[in-house]
């Protein structure tokens, strides 16, 4: 089956820095949506990529889906105390039911 | 407010125990889904819905049962848990059935932590 792997696992970086977070798919998506969870509570959709190629900007987190549409990442710039969470990408496959299949996460720390 | 009510929030239960996790939504969702979340395995969906009457198994669903008699109700059923059904819990609807169109995203529950000695 689909698998969807994503890291780093964990990563902890000194606020002001960058931090990115990478996804990769076995199999071609159709699209690619992420999520973030925050310490304590439940998914929330940030964005949905389609294209291939396809580069999307929220502020200061940039979103980039292959140009093969297996892999996706996302970076946030200058990270701040409120970007600490887990990040999810979710990966739907093509066709009438296009079946998502999360990847395991990145939990984001950010020390101040 | 729209919105998917998990309850509850928290359980403790006994191995062989049945217990009923409830799921409610309001927006007329047509699909329905419960994932599960451990440490390193992300979120692994369980079992799906795309409508009234329509059930499907996702990646894990050994253990589980779930029901969808109304459009707004999807209840996740653990006939006889066991310890490696310990887990964070998740609900999760969207409007469709599942096709994810552009911008269509899921809309998650609360969670339930469930604890199975």
């Known amino acids: 089956g689909q698998q969807v792997m994503q890291i780093p696992q964990y990563q902890h970086v000194q606020e002001g820095e960058d931090f990115t977070t990478y996804c990769n798919s076995s199999t071609t998506l159709s699209n690619i949506q992420w999520y973030k969870q925050r310490p304590g509570g439940h998914p929330v959709f940030l964005i949905q990529?389609?294209?291939?190629?396809e580069v999307k900007k929220q502020k200061r987190l940039t979103f980039q889906f292959g140009e093969a549409k297996k892999n996706s990442s996302l970076h946030i710039t200058a990270t701040q105390t409120t970007d600490v969470g887990t990040y999810f990408c979710a990966g739907a496959q093509s066709g009438g039911y296009q079946k998502v299949t999360f990847g395991t996460g990145t939990k984001l720390q950010v020390i101040p | 407010e729209a919105q998917v009510t998990q309850n509850p929030r928290y359980l403790i239960t006994v191995t062989g125990k049945k217990l009923t996790v409830t799921c409610s939504q309001n927006m007329n969702h047509e699909y329905m889904s419960w994932y599960r979340q451990d440490p390193g395995l992300g979120l692994r969906q369980i079992y799906y819905?795309?409508?009234?009457?329509?059930?499907d198994k996702g990646d894990v669903p050994e253990g589980y049962k779930v029901s969808r008699k109304e459009k707004r109700n999807f209840p996740l059923i653990l006939e006889s848990p066991s310890p490696n059904q310990t887990s964070l819990y998740f609900c999760?609807?969207?409007?469709?059935?599942?096709?994810?169109?552009?911008?269509?995203?899921?809309?998650f529950g609360s969670g339930t932590q469930l604890s199975v000695l």
């Open positions: 819905s795309m409508n009234v009457e329509v059930t």
């Open positions: 990529l389609v294209k291939s190629g």
């Open positions: 999760a609807s969207t409007p469709s059935g599942g096709t994810f169109a552009t911008n269509e995203k899921l809309f």
